[in-house]
């Protein structure tokens, strides 16, 4: 149960942040305004280490294979992604289409077990699932 609160939480941060970046993105340009979520998104995580945790960052390097390590970069093109569709479709549809395409990459993920993802079989009604989220992304889009 509190996984399922912790991403309910996620996905309205998620929602909120976007909003937030794309009003910035208003006022400075949309690299700087990544550059300074990311940056302020260190200092939080900075200050919660010192807080909760110190394990040490040569750790970092033990992880295998190296290319894990690319999350932060990736979060970039993320930041950037959220900024331009929200900003082009609007927050609801945005997210709308943003979670469907998680939920899909998700599970494309599982089906081939990549990434060290322990492999999941094929699931009729997993894909009966997204088909009805799709639909309900066509539906809402009509004005």
């Known amino acids: 149960m509190f996984g399922f609160i912790i991403a ?3 996905g309205a941060l998620m929602s ?3 909003v937030f970046n794309t009003q910035v993105t208003k006022a400075s340009g949309i ?3 990544n550059a300074f979520v990311q940056f ?3 200092l939080v995580c900075l200050a919660a280490w010192l807080v909760t945790d110190r394990s040490s960052f040569g750790t970092l390097w033990k992880v295998e294979p190296k290319y894990m ?3 932060g970069a990736i979060g ?3 930041t950037y992604t959220v900024i331009k569709s929200m900003e082009m479709l609007g927050p609801a549809r945005a ?6 395409s998680q939920l899909i990459v998700a599970y494309l993920i599982e089906l081939l077990g990549a990434f060290g993802v322990e492999k999941q079989p094929l699931a009729l009604r997993r894909i009966v699932g997204m088909g009805v989220a799709i639909a309900g992304i066509v539906i809402f889009k009509w004005d």
């Not at 997210?95 to 469907?100: D, L, S, Y």
């Open 69 to 71: 390590l690319l999350g």
């Open 95 to 100: 997210v709308m289409i943003i979670v469907i």
């Open 8 to 10: 309910l939480l996620s």
């Open 16 to 18: 909120v942040q976007g």
């Open 76 to 78: 970039a093109f993320i």
């Open 40 to 42: 302020t998104a260190l």
């Open 31 to 33: 690299w700087v305004a």
